[in-house]
């Protein structure tokens, strides 16, 4: 009799499960149970752990083979587990040290002839091991840089079982030819969240090689202004107007405008990813914010996540730290929308399911583009809008009220005149000068919210806003009316406040003052407050 353990991880959501991996060998008619829940996929690698051993020169053993995934209690699935499996065997049948690879994560799918596949996820599981306190693990080579992110975890990348046999009994390592094909074609399934494809809004929103530039927006000085506040303190922003005003053009470049992500942020945005299996090849570390723009055909399920069996993330976890651009919002689902409410205000989703309960990241800045009307022209002074009432009041609608109430920016985008479309009114500002004033408005911010949970205006609690961050003496009057007025309701003064602080913020003002509580309230409610309202002043 024969027993040998070896480890990987289950991941769930996009936390991670240390797994025991337990092969033990009996005599017997020969034969290969998996037990431990797994699912489909996970017990399918019998064939493949079988044909892999046999192709990379090692002896199968004809025993009766048990193969336990410890706890049992947690649901396993995909094909990550197949390299543990492999070493488990090899252990049990004496074919390698089982002390050897006892304590040994090991992650990786083994193809037929033994190569080893790269798989989603692996930087999540290496820091549920990392955290369990486990100091070495094998990887996909592919993966490596990936893994490596984790600090203090001795990483061995392989490209085939042969190569892992070899290393583990001191053996001279056989060379193996580079797949140079990247990640195999399941993880390019991985760029369609269930449901519907999203991997597109992902990309670079101009294609590959092009960076948008705020430069490139026609005249729009108010609704560049507002994308200028929603980028400083992280503020939902809805843009309504006719098609061709430059909605979508100055929703994809507030990624670019947005700071560069925190060592934390970026590990927090990888983990989805790798999730999801949607990092790029040769780029294990996401630094930048991450621009989710899905089609307005898709479903609840993948916008919040979802999917068959344990739930995948979606498009608000694939945002998480950066922009979802919903575009013609009102074409989306009213349940697809109003199942944002959630996410919105706690900045993560739970997703439940018979397979379980799933907690994933979601704290993204949305933007909204809309449409004033079906056809796009109720707001064009003699354009011949055709649309009855009843139908404009109904598409408007679409956007409920609870969800507009969440939004805290609300601009009107209005059609670019002949000047500023030929730029004879002059080019506006790049990409680089205003991120660069976001950026300082940021450090105030952090600044000011250093030692507690928050690090951006929105995520202030509206009691800390009306108890201990005060605004000037008298500078809330003008919201109070609107509040007993019913302009307002209790979170729309709340977030009044915080987009305050914001405009406050990017003046360089100690704290918020009547003028920016009138720009806060004007960019909310859309009615002015006496003169114009200045934004280059801020």
């Known amino acids: 009799m024969g027993y040998a353990r070896a480890c990987s991880v289950a991941l769930v959501g996009v936390e991670g499960v240390v797994v025991e991996v337990q092969a033990d060998l009996e005599p017997g008619v020969a034969a290969f149970t998996l037990v431990g829940l797994p699912d489909k996929s996970l017990i399918e690698s019998r064939d493949r752990v079988r044909a892999a051993v046999v192709n990379s020169g090692a002896e199968w053993p004809q025993k009766k083979l048990t193969v336990g995934l410890s706890p049992a209690s947690v649901p396993k699935s995909g094909s990550g587990f197949d390299l543990a499996v492999a070493c488990a065997v090899l252990g049990a049948a004496e074919r390698l040290d089982p002390a050897a690879i006892a304590d040994v994560v090991m992650i990786g799918e083994l193809g037929l002839d033994g190569r080893v596949r790269p798989v989603r996820g692996v930087l999540p599981a290496v820091l549920a091991a990392a955290e369990a306190g486990y100091q070495q693990v094998v990887v996909p080579e592919q993966t490596a840089g990936e893994a490596a992110l984790v600090p203090g975890v001795s990483v061995l990348g392989v490209r085939s079982l042969r190569q892992l046999i070899a290393i583990l009994c001191d053996e001279p390592v056989p060379d193996e030819p580079v797949d140079d094909r990247g990640r195999p074609d399941a993880m390019l399934a991985g760029l369609m969240v269930p449901g519907t494809g999203l991997g597109a809004g992902l990309a670079s929103p101009q294609g590959e090689g092009h960076i948008p530039d705020l430069a490139d927006v026609a005249g729009q000085p108010r609704p560049r202004k507002a994308l200028e506040v929603a980028a400083a303190g992280g503020h939902h922003l809805l843009f309504s107007g006719p098609p061709g005003a430059g909605k979508t053009m100055l ?21 989805v990813h790798s999730v999801a299996g949607i990092l790029p090849p040769g780029e294990p570390l996401v630094s930048r914010a991450p621009y989710c723009a899905p089609h307005h055909s898709a479903t609840m399920q ?237």
């Open 251 to 271: 929703a994809e470049r507030l990624s670019a405008v947005l700071p560069p992500l925190t060592r934390q942020e970026s590990l927090e945005v990888t983990a």
């Open 302 to 538: 993948s916008l919040v996540g979802g999917g068959n069996g344990m739930p995948r993330p979606g498009a608000v976890s694939l945002a998480h730290r950066g922009v979802l651009f919903l575009d013609e919002a009102p074409e989306f689902s009213g349940k697809a929308l109003d199942a944002l409410r959630q996410p919105l205000e706690s900045g993560h989703v739970v997703v439940a399911r018979a397979a379980g309960v799933v907690r994933l990241p979601a704290r993204f800045l949305m933007v909204l583009a809309a449409n004033p009307c079906p056809c796009g022209r109720h707001s064009l002074t003699g354009a011949g809008c055709e649309c009855p009432p009843s139908v404009v009041r109904r598409y408007q609608a679409r956007l409920s009220g609870p969800l507009l109430d969440r939004v805290d920016l609300r601009v009107e985008v209005e059609p670019v005149d002949r000047a500023d479309l030929l730029e004879q009114g002059g080019r506006g500002e790049p990409t680089a000068v205003v991120a660069a004033r976001v950026r300082e408005a940021r450090a105030r911010a952090a600044e000011r919210l250093a030692g507690t949970p928050w690090t951006t205006n929105s995520e202030v609690p509206g009691h800390e806003l009306r108890t201990r961050l005060l605004a000037a003496p008298g500078a809330l009057a003008a919201a109070e009316r609107d509040l007993e007025r019913g302009i307002l309701t209790a979170r729309g003064l709340d977030r009044v406040l915080r987009v305050a602080w914001t405009v406050a913020d990017l003046r360089g003002a100690p704290r918020p003052e009547d003028r920016d509580i009138a720009v806060a309230l004007e960019l909310r409610t859309g009615i002015q407050r006496g003169a114009p309202m200045e934004m280059g002043a801020l």
